[in-house]
């Protein structure tokens, strides 16, 4: 037992949370790959079908996020919410196994499962904020972030490995059956906690815009969101073109290619251990700062890559790996300020209305990376995505993030939007621009 994390050792609650949540992400990764394959192998999907598949997963954060955080917030039952997501994904994903044994599987159907799949995850995801200040003690919300993470980084080594040799032998849609089972095993975890969930709140005026109303008042949230969203948009203008690149232009084989994207989550792994390290060196606010720069600026190397093959495939890991240990340390440095900062009665709100942002913005970069990919070429386009990321980090430097030391304490969020006349508005309660926390904390 030494050798098991102190938060697995002593809290049961959070170790089942934990447990579940590793198998479901081991078949989260398992289907990226399963599912593309099934459109391509199975049903011969051109590349504009390949599109809209992987379009149909991201609309539903920017469709529904907003709402569901506020259904969330006012019914309550956080578990209960994450468990039928749990049992809604495994169904809807056994149906395309279903449909391929009986001969009647149609690339419509692939189009539908993955917008069920994207929508039950919003649910998901703006239930899960919440339970996790319920399993964990605020002084460790940095050790669960990491704990979380780190599982992360793992399935993004195990999940593809396993997912491209299960295809190979089984078939994609049969592979498939596994992710529904990881989908029963997450639930089968959950329903076995009790964790005492923070009361709801009574529907009202605003309700539903009370998480981006908070946003908007918050310096340290409403910061994040911007630098993130910065971040994600060039990311994905980066990531539409790069194996395209990679293989067309550096001549990197399928095979080498695999082995480079995996590099990213060896350093996915190292940046989930030593962020706490560094948080409690330098600060948690300067932490999630550095992640902010780290992730996309090693992307720089790839557009630089020339000259030998084994030059080329030495930057291109060590690309990979910087990237990786990057979104580590901002994920969890993040994870753990929201946790402290966010009140609990605001929770899921702030999660859908972020997520609307931060992941809207997803399908715009990738649309864009291949207009100016085809209209200015691959290496330019690079460039531009990679300087464009790193400047996100300049939406944080006015904020009161490089100074926030400590996890900061709640902010109430009643205060009025700037620009708004409101005089009878409550004063936002914890940090103002400027001021760091005398406290003791996902993205």
Request: proline letters at 7%; a negative charge.
């Amino acid at each position: 037992m030494p050798s098991v994390p102190p938060l697995l050792r002593e809290n049961r609650d959070f170790r089942r949370f934990f447990t579940g949540q590793s198998i479901s992400l081991v078949g989260d990764q398992i289907t990226l790959i399963a599912l593309p394959l099934t459109a391509v192998l199975v049903l011969d999907a051109d590349a504009a079908q390949m599109g809209y598949l992987t379009a149909a997963g991201l609309f539903p954060h920017l469709l529904f996020a907003l709402h569901a955080g506020a259904w969330v917030d006012r019914r309550g039952h956080r578990r209960r919410t994450m468990i039928a997501a749990d049992l809604g994904r495994a169904l809807v994903v056994a149906t395309v196994p279903l449909a391929y044994a009986f001969d009647v599987l149609t690339i419509e159907q692939l189009f539908v499962t993955e917008f069920l799949v994207g929508t039950m995850a919003v649910l998901f995801t703006v239930a899960n904020t919440t339970l996790f200040i319920s399993l964990v003690p605020r002084e460790r919300y940095v050790e669960g972030q990491s704990l979380l993470n780190g599982s992360r980084a793992l399935s993004y080594v195990a999940g593809p490995s396993a997912g491209g040799l299960l295809v190979q032998v089984l078939s994609a849609p049969v592979t498939l059956v596994l992710d529904a089972w990881s989908y029963l095993a997450s639930a089968f975890f959950l329903g076995r906690i009790s964790p005492v969930e923070p009361p709801t709140e009574e529907s009202e005026r605003g309700h539903v815009a009370a998480g981006l109303r908070y946003i908007l008042n918050s310096p340290i949230i409403r910061a994040s969101l911007a630098a993130t969203a910065t971040i994600n948009f060039f990311n994905f203008v980066f990531f539409a073109l790069f194996i395209l690149y990679a293989t067309s232009e550096l001549d990197v084989k399928p095979g080498t290619l695999g082995l480079i994207l995996g590099a990213g989550a060896v350093g996915g792994v190292i940046g989930s251990v030593v962020t706490g390290a560094v948080g409690r060196r330098i600060g948690i606010g300067p932490a999630f700062v550095v992640g902010c720069i780290v992730f996309p600026a090693p992307l720089v190397l790839v557009p630089l890559a020339e000259g030998p093959q084994w030059l080329i495939l030495a930057l291109l890991f060590l690309a990979e790996f910087g990237s990786g240990l990057g979104v580590m340390m901002l994920d969890i440095s993040a994870g753990a300020i929201f946790a402290a900062l966010i009140p609990d009665r605001l929770r899921a709100r702030v999660s859908g209305a972020y997520s609307a942002v931060n992941y809207g913005v997803r399908p715009l970069g990738s649309l864009v990376g291949g207009a100016l990919g085809t209209a200015i070429g691959l290496r330019p386009t690079l460039w531009i995505a990679t300087v464009g990321a790193l400047a996100g980090v300049l939406w944080l430097l006015p904020s009161p993030l490089p100074r926030l030391r400590d996890l900061p304490e709640p902010e109430d969020g009643d205060r009025p939007v700037p620009g708004e006349e409101d005089a009878g508005a409550r004063p936002l309660r914890g940090l103002e621009d400027g001021e760091v926390a005398d406290a003791e904390p996902p993205a």
